[in-house]
């Protein structure tokens, strides 16, 4: 890992962080998704209870209607991931103090996968 570039470390981690994001995701969403669906405004008019939310949604979009949205998490994922490394590897050469890169680096990705998701 030593001799990589600043531009493959950060390959590197955007992958890691695209998979960890993929995974994360995939196991949450469709919580996430139902969760949202239950607190939206006159949901109980529409859904008796969680699992009655579950059934609806299940009959009305199928498996994939749970993982709607899935594509834009894992691309922040990516790009935060990404930017994060390129962050801490681009500040350690230029003589940062220790302390201030992992918060500066972390600030980075927010910045540039907000400004990329939000367009």
């Not at 405004?41 to 709607?68: E, M, P, R, W």
């Not at 980075?108 to 367009?119: D, T």
């Amino acid at each position: 890992m030593k001799n990589l570039s600043i531009f493959e470390r950060a390959l590197i981690d955007a992958g890691g962080g695209g998979i960890a994001g993929a995974f994360t995701y995939v196991c949450l969403l469709p919580l996430d998704t139902i969760k949202t669906k239950m607190q939206t405004k006159g949901a109980c008019k529409i859904h008796a209870n969680t699992f009655d939310a579950i059934v609806k949604s299940f009959q009305t979009s199928g498996i994939l209607g749970f993982y709607k949205g899935v594509s834009t998490v894992i691309v922040g994922s990516v790009v935060y991931f990404g930017t994060c490394e390129f962050g801490k590897s681009f500040l350690s050469k230029l003589d940062y103090h220790a302390l201030i890169i992992p918060p500066t680096a972390d600030a980075m990705g927010n910045i540039v996968s907000s400004a990329i998701l939000l367009h």
